[in-house]
Each structure stands twice: as C-alpha cells, then as structure tokens.
C-alpha cells in the first residue's frame, strides 16, 4: 500500500522559515493536501491541491512539490505554528484509499 | 458556517460494538462525503473509510473491512459509523469530516468523540 513519510520533528527558531517534507512514491502525480493539529484539536487544512491556501489561512504557509517530495513551507514562524503537520494523498490503489503521513511535530524554540 | 458535531465519549468492553454519530450543519449534507479518520493516544491520523450521503455508497479500509458500517440519516443530516468487536487497539478519537473522497482535501473536521475500550 501507499505510502508517504514524513520527519518525525523539526524544530525553528521564531521569525524563521520551517520546511516540513512528506515523501511518496510518484507523489508527483497526486494531490498533497497539508493539516494542522495543535494539541487536543481536531486537524486544520492549510494547503490543498499541492499549493493552495484555504481563506483564513496565514500567507505565510505555503506548499509546493518537487519530484517524490512534497514541503509544507511556514515563513516567518510563529509560537503559535507549534503543531503536528500531516500530508495527506488520495490513493486508487491502495486498500487505504485515504493516506497520510505519519506526522511531523513543528516545535517552535 | 460549516459544523460537524459529533456524539460525545463512549467507554465500551472488549468485543461490544460503539456507533458514533456525526450531524452536519451549514451546507447540504447529500453534496460532499463524510470520511471517517481515527487517531489513537499519541499517534498520527489512520483513514477508516468514507460514505456517500447521497447515493449511500460507502468503501472502508482493508484493515476495519468486516467490522465497520457508515450509514446516514438525510433527514436528519446525520452520519453514523459503527464499529464492532472491539479491542483495545480501538482505543482512539474518531473524527468524522466533509471531502469528496479521491478528489477534495477534508476541509471541515468535527471535534471528535473518544472511544476507551476497556475491561
């Protein structure tokens, strides 16, 4: 089945920019969509369809895709961007269907 | 504005049955799926599957196959998942949320209900 892989951590200094990487296998192809979830909270989208930005969302979350790599990108980091970060793709052929990633844990310092 | 609420916590023993219930609000309940995402203590999101309010249809993960049932009420703008013989490895928050299953992003989450399965 499918499979996407994300660093289980990474760790940012306010003010500086954060780069969370999700890995798959011909993800090129696919849509990644990105979620925030803060502690005790239901997730959050961020980014859809690879690099798109649900109103409401800071402009400082950005997303892109390059090769077998998609990156949630947030500029300028916040205390408040402290969060665990899922990508998420759509799968025909997996017996999943719905996969995600297994998380990355944003600590900001 | 969207809503999804859900029903709340439910403690259950090991082999009884749990159905959670999702009602939606804000949006015509019959036009977008309801997926089905759980996530135990500690750990990252695990899809369960996806029904159709409309049509009905429904697809589950391989793994919930034979123990899991999404079924709906329009009327009411209700989804429901049901799962049954239960073990302590279902232990986890349930989340139901709005996406049209292969093509949209899950936009709108509800707030979760947490199953405990203990003896």
């Known amino acids: 089945s499918y499979v996407l892989t994300q660093p289980p951590s990474v760790s940012e200094a306010p003010g500086k920019t954060a780069r969370i990487t999700c890995g798959g296998n011909?993800?090129?192809?696919?849509?990644v969509h990105w979620y925030q979830q803060k502690a005790g909270q239901a997730p959050v989208l961020v980014i859809y369809?690879?690099?798109d930005r649900p109103s409401g969302i800071p402009g400082r979350f950005s997303g892109s895709k390059s090769g077998n790599t998609a990156t949630l990108t947030i500029s300028r980091v916040e205390a408040g961007d402290e969060a665990a970060y899922y990508c998420?793709?759509?799968?025909?052929?997996?017996?999943?269907?719905?996969?995600f990633g297994g998380g990355t844990k944003l600590t900001v310092l | 504005q969207v809503q999804l609420v859900q029903s709340g916590a439910e403690v259950k023993k090991p082999g009884a049955s749990v159905k959670v219930s999702c009602k939606a609000s804000?949006?015509?309940?019959?036009?977008?799926?309801i997926n089905w995402v759980r996530q135990a203590t500690g750990q990252g999101l695990e899809w369960v599957g996806w029904?159709?309010?409309?049509?009905?249809?429904?697809g589950y993960a391989q793994k919930f196959q034979g123990r899991v049932t999404m079924t709906r009420n329009t009327f009411i703008s209700t989804a429901y998942m049901e799962l049954s013989s239960l073990r302590s490895e279902d232990t986890a928050v349930y989340y139901c949320?709005?996406?049209?299953?292969?093509?949209?992003?899950?936009?709108?989450w509800g707030q979760g209900t947490l199953v405990t399965v203990s003896s």
């Open positions: 029904m159709n309010p409309n049509s009905g249809d429904i």
């Open positions: 949320a709005r996406g049209t299953t292969m093509v949209t992003p899950l936009d709108d």
């Open positions: 011909n993800i090129g192809s696919k849509s």
């Open positions: 804000g949006y015509t309940f019959t036009s977008h799926d």
């Open positions: 998420q793709v759509w799968d025909s052929s997996s017996d999943r269907r719905g996969v």
């Open positions: 369809y690879d690099s």
